[in-house]
């Protein structure tokens, strides 16, 4: 189970009272006992059976972060089958769910796997209502491979005339940036989310200190 999970990965939890601090306390008061408890895969190593997790309350500012265990993972879907999931037709409209038709239509030809993330990718998974009005899109692409500055260039293109405003944001087998970034600053350093947290660098596929080797 631990290496079938990746970071973004919306996964359903046994009971709600299964989130827990790095101390081993009982943590994240957010998660409401009358809905199932979907957390999100946070960043960060899987080790000694403990998933790091993110939890969304029903408000905007309940946010917190905590580990579960994995035998507590009752089911999970990743973003890649989130958006093949429809919206309920009373919210199809809103912004974000139309940028996400939008992008399903315009990508079709894309070789590498893609899917909602965020407020989108937690309504899809759960059913719980969590996009609003204003809410943007988070894109998570997954690419194993490198992609070349021109090839990231129209695709970003292609995103960036979506409907609504997207966050797009790049999944290397060792780190996360921000499309748009390495569109407007290569060859330049950007900004590389990792497992020991944030470094500069320009090659996201090849770190060493975040450097390119």
Request: net charge neutral; aromatic share 6%.
């Amino acid at each position: 189970m631990a290496c079938a999970l990746h970071v973004h990965d919306l996964i359903l939890l046994g009971t709600e009272s299964t989130i827990t601090s790095a101390e081993g306390e009982q943590a994240c008061p957010y998660l409401n006992p009358k809905q199932r408890p979907w957390v999100v895969v946070r960043r960060g190593l899987i080790s000694g059976g403990l998933i790091p997790v993110g939890v969304r309350g029903a408000q905007r500012h309940e946010r917190c972060a905590g580990f579960t265990r994995l035998s507590e993972v009752v089911e999970t879907r990743r973003p890649s089958q989130l958006r093949l999931r429809l919206a309920e037709d009373s919210r199809g409209g809103l912004q974000a769910f139309r940028t996400l038709s939008y992008l399903e239509c315009h990508l079709v030809g894309l070789d590498m796997t893609w899917g909602p993330g965020g407020s989108v990718g937690y309504e899809l998974a759960s059913g719980i209502p969590t996009v609003r009005a204003e809410s943007d899109l988070d894109f998570i692409l997954f690419a194993p491979r490198k992609l070349d500055i021109k090839e990231a260039q129209d695709l970003w293109r292609m995103i960036s005339s979506a409907p609504g405003k997207v966050d797009a944001l790049v999944e290397t087998p060792f780190c996360g940036f921000s499309l748009q970034e390495f569109v407007t600053t290569s060859p330049r350093k950007i900004l590389l989310r990792t497992s020991d947290g944030r470094i500069l660098g320009s090659n996201p596929w090849n770190l060493s200190n975040g450097e390119d080797s």
